[in-house]
């Protein structure tokens, strides 16, 4: 990808620390945010602020895998000094003043008030009205995709669109139902596919996409159960011919191969020194390996894949050895223990500064959707929803599923929900994919796991409660 070039500029205008939630609602600087925002270049600044707020620690930096992976059978915490937050929500023991839980909320409203002051200030710069509209729509396409993280990790929660002047208006908030947040993550979506591009060249590639767009939307529908939507979300992609599987899986995640036909968006990383690189190289290297598996910098011990994972592939899945390690070499002796290698690279510039981009959409992901949303709409034996799942099998090197193995539409949905978990694997939909088909108490409980219905969802975090008692209540059982 090419956008870290203008990511290094965001950092004039990256927001403070977030410490006390939506205390953080306030502008960009105190002392220039009115005079900030005067011509093109200052909006490219503002446009590449929200991007970066993707790599929060609250965003994909780390709270995204600990939920979407943390949470689910994929993976989980071996050693309590992997950290107490982490743990938590690996254990189902998350209490309201998790530090994970209140970074999360945090960071996304920081993400999210980066995306309003560009919707709200760009009016009022004299520039080319195409690219004007090509940033409103790549930060609505940002803003949607943090509100349907927050969405699906809080339920209700505050919907904020626009600039938060001052501290004191941000008391004014309070949770607005579900129904209305998915309202405006459709309505963003739809206005984003509009006016993005399909694709871009030079120092604009990674930026979002139409084709993200429309397969974010997708994502969307298929959480609401909008089965029709969804399908023809997805055949629009298809139909494009702007994505494709790659023929080797392991291709997709190679440092090197970034940007590729496969990846509708991701987290843009660069490693060198800038703020920049991505975490994921250290964060889920086993705790106690030194640098034999990092070279640089100590292991975290993060999302080491549980052995149910280990297990789920099928033999001969070439997803398995691209996805995961068994184990480790160190001065000589193998140390058994498997770990996500998706995510190495092989020579990072520092600890926590790699150069892995993180991948949030991908088009295998994209044609399973449209498999489900298929078989929802009507189960038909051997039919397209057959014949896409297959397409996904053949690249892992796996025989074709008939209709004789599986016969129904129920069978069909576990086929997806299997074949979702492997080749999706350590990317964050395992989490999300078990809530949003009702099966994660099932799930969960038949591996042994505690999951109590109300932890379907995380507390509000204890200062967001503290901070606006009146208008901010906690979630049934926290």
């Given at each position: 990808?090419?956008?870290?070039?203008?990511?290094?500029?965001?950092?004039?205008?990256?927001?403070?620390?977030?410490?006390?939630?939506?205390?953080?609602?306030?502008?960009?600087?105190?002392?220039?945010?009115?005079?900030?925002?005067?011509?093109?270049?200052?909006?490219?600044?503002?446009?590449?602020?929200?991007?970066?707020?993707?790599?929060?620690?609250?965003?994909?930096?780390?709270?995204?895998?600990?939920?979407?992976?943390?949470?689910?059978?994929?993976?989980?915490?071996?050693?309590?000094?992997?950290?107490?937050?982490?743990?938590?929500?690996?254990?189902?023991?998350?209490?309201?003043?998790?530090?994970?839980?209140?970074?999360?909320?945090?960071?996304?409203?920081?993400?999210?008030?980066?995306?309003?002051?560009?919707?709200?200030?760009?009016?009022?710069?004299?520039?080319?009205?195409?690219?004007?509209?090509?940033?409103?729509?790549?930060?609505?396409?940002?803003?949607?995709?943090?509100?349907?993280?927050?969405?699906?990790?809080?339920?209700?929660?505050?919907?904020?669109?626009?600039?938060?002047?001052?501290?004191?208006?941000?008391?004014?908030?309070?949770?607005n139902p579900v129904s209305e947040i998915y309202t405006q993550i459709i309505q963003d979506l739809q206005d984003a596919k509009q006016k993005l591009p399909a694709s871009y060249t030079g120092t604009n590639v990674g930026r979002a996409t139409s084709g993200a767009a429309k397969?974010?939307?997708a994502k969307v529908y298929l959480t609401q159960k909008k089965w029709a939507e969804a399908a023809a979300e997805t055949k629009e992609i298809i139909d494009s011919k702007t994505y494709d599987l790659l023929p080797s899986y392991a291709d997709v995640f190679k440092i090197s191969?970034?940007?590729?036909?496969?990846?509708?968006?991701?987290?843009?990383?660069?490693?060198?020194?800038?703020?920049?690189?991505?975490?994921?190289?250290?964060?889920?290297?086993?705790?106690?390996?030194?640098?034999?598996?990092?070279?640089?910098?100590?292991?975290?011990?993060?999302?080491?894949?549980?052995?149910?994972?280990?297990?789920?592939?099928?033999?001969?899945?070439?997803?398995?050895?691209?996805?995961?390690?068994?184990?480790?070499?160190?001065?000589?002796?193998?140390?058994?223990?498997?770990?996500?290698?998706?995510?190495?690279?092989?020579?990072?510039?520092?600890?926590?500064?790699?150069?892995?981009?993180?991948p949030v959409l991908r088009y295998a992901d994209v044609l399973l959707m449209r498999a489900e949303a298929l078989n929802e709409v009507g189960y038909v034996a051997g039919g397209e929803a057959f014949t896409i799942l297959n397409s996904i099998r053949k690249r892992a090197g796996?025989?074709?599923?008939?209709?004789?193995?599986?016969?129904?539409?129920?069978?069909?949905?576990?086929?997806?929900?299997?074949?979702?978990?492997?080749?999706?694997?350590?990317?964050?939909?395992?989490?999300?994919?078990?809530?949003?088909?009702?099966?994660?108490?099932?799930?969960?409980?038949?591996?042994?796991?505690?999951?109590?219905?109300?932890?379907?969802?995380?507390?509000?975090?204890?200062?967001?409660?503290?901070?606006?008692?009146?208008?901010?209540?906690?979630?049934?059982?926290?």
């Amino acid at each position: 990808m090419k956008l870290y070039r203008i990511l290094i500029l965001m950092g004039a205008i990256m927001l403070p620390s977030c410490k006390k939630g939506f205390l953080d609602l306030a502008p960009i600087s105190d002392t220039n945010s009115v005079n900030f925002y005067r011509n093109a270049d200052d909006m490219l600044n503002a446009v590449n602020a929200a991007y970066g707020s993707l790599q929060f620690s609250g965003m994909y930096n780390l709270s995204m895998y600990a939920i979407g992976e943390g949470m689910s059978d994929n993976t989980e915490i071996l050693d309590a000094q992997s950290g107490i937050d982490i743990s938590q929500l690996d254990a189902f023991s998350t209490l309201s003043n998790n530090g994970i839980v209140s970074t999360t909320w945090n960071d996304h409203y920081r993400g999210i008030l980066s995306c309003n002051t560009v919707i709200d200030r760009i009016g009022g710069v004299t520039m080319d009205q195409a690219l004007k509209d090509r940033f409103v729509a790549e930060v609505k396409f940002l803003r949607a995709l943090m509100y349907f993280n927050l969405v699906r990790v809080f339920g209700d929660v505050p919907l904020v669109l626009t600039e938060t002047a001052d501290v004191s208006s941000g008391y004014a908030y309070t949770r607005n139902p579900v129904s209305e947040i998915y309202t405006q993550i459709i309505q963003d979506l739809q206005d984003a596919k509009q006016k993005l591009p399909a694709s871009y060249t030079g120092t604009n590639v990674g930026r979002a996409t139409s084709g993200a767009a429309k397969g974010m939307l997708a994502k969307v529908y298929l959480t609401q159960k909008k089965w029709a939507e969804a399908a023809a979300e997805t055949k629009e992609i298809i139909d494009s011919k702007t994505y494709d599987l790659l023929p080797s899986y392991a291709d997709v995640f190679k440092i090197s191969n970034k940007g590729n036909k496969e990846l509708l968006f991701e987290v843009q990383y660069k490693k060198g020194g800038y703020g920049l690189g991505s975490p994921f190289n250290n964060a889920f290297a086993p705790r106690l390996a030194g640098v034999a598996v990092t070279t640089i910098g100590a292991g975290s011990g993060h999302n080491l894949p549980t052995a149910d994972m280990n297990k789920a592939y099928e033999t001969g899945d070439l997803r398995k050895d691209a996805s995961l390690a068994q184990g480790y070499t160190s001065a000589g002796k193998f140390v058994p223990g498997p770990f996500i290698k998706k995510y190495l690279d092989p020579a990072p510039f520092a600890g926590g500064d790699a150069d892995n981009n993180w991948p949030v959409l991908r088009y295998a992901d994209v044609l399973l959707m449209r498999a489900e949303a298929l078989n929802e709409v009507g189960y038909v034996a051997g039919g397209e929803a057959f014949t896409i799942l297959n397409s996904i099998r053949k690249r892992a090197g796996l025989a074709d599923k008939t209709a004789q193995e599986i016969p129904t539409q129920a069978a069909f949905r576990l086929a997806i929900e299997s074949e979702r978990r492997v080749e999706l694997a350590f990317e964050n939909h395992r989490w999300f994919d078990l809530v949003r088909t009702g099966r994660a108490m099932e799930v969960m409980t038949a591996k042994g796991f505690n999951l109590p219905a109300f932890r379907l969802l995380l507390p509000i975090p204890l200062t967001q409660i503290q901070i606006n008692p009146d208008r901010i209540q906690q979630n049934p059982g926290y």
